[in-house]
């Protein structure tokens, strides 16, 4: 079954150092993966994705993910955390099944620390 | 330019209730997603609507359905409101045959059920 998987509920880190939240999916084929952030009461921001190419890819607001394809594993990073960073983060796989649809992890919740 | 728009944006109802979500994709967008995103949980891939056709569902009961216009906005109706409905519920839209841009979400509809 194709499935992602965020292993952490919740990170905390202070505000200024690095943060990185994990993400491992099972998937057949090539991944096409992405990262979300939800602010409360909102819905989901696109913040990068991986489709092919370069292993590290850069997104909005500072963030990055390495994709690792031996570990299978989607992994996104900040070099500098913000408080304003706070939020629900969830890691997402396209499958194609006659049509595109996205599995989403459970998600993890980060908190910067001032 | 408008993002993806919901309404209403909450929404209280009593078991067994019928309740109707509405949905405007953003525009240069064709293709409709709906989610429901329980407490706690990532989005749960509902289905999906592309030319006014429901073009792949998720594993959710009949009770769930919906319908795309020519316009391209969508309305998600679901019967016999059960307490486990109380969710979340997200729009997602893209355009199809952009396969490699993210879909854009709303920022949803939070539904009660009492």
């Known amino acids: 079954a194709q499935s992602v998987a965020q292993p952490e509920d919740q990170v905390n880190v202070a505000e200024g150092n690095p943060l990185t939240v994990k993400c491992t999916y099972s998937?057949?084929?090539?991944?096409?993966l992405f990262w979300y952030v939800q602010y409360p009461n909102r819905g989901l921001q696109f913040l990068l994705k991986y489709i092919t190419g370069d292993n590290l890819v850069k997104g909005s607001y500072g963030f990055e993910a390495e994709f690792n394809k031996s570990q299978t594993s989607f992994h996104l990073k900040k070099p500098s955390a913000l408080v304003s960073d706070s939020a629900l983060y969830f890691c997402a796989v396209r499958v194609h099944s006659g049509t595109y649809k996205y599995i989403f992890g459970t998600g993890t919740r980060l908190k910067v620390l001032a | 330019d408008a993002g993806v728009t919901q309404s209403p944006t909450h929404l209280i109802k009593t078991r067994g209730q019928q309740v109707t979500l509405r949905c405007s994709p953003k525009s240069g967008h064709d293709t409709v997603s709906w989610y429901q995103q329980a407490l706690g949980q990532g989005p749960q891939f509902i289905f999906q609507?592309?030319?006014?056709?429901?073009?792949q569902r998720g594993n959710f009961p009949d009770r769930f359905s919906g319908h795309q216009f020519p316009n391209y906005s969508s309305e998600l109706n679901v019967n016999a409101l059960l307490l486990g409905d109380s969710a979340l519920y997200l729009c997602a839209s893209r355009r199809q045959g952009a396969s490699n841009q993210p879909q854009h979400f709303g920022d949803g509809t939070r539904l009660s059920i009492l």
């Open positions: 609507y592309y030319e006014e056709e429901e073009r």
């Open positions: 998937v057949s084929g090539n991944p096409y």
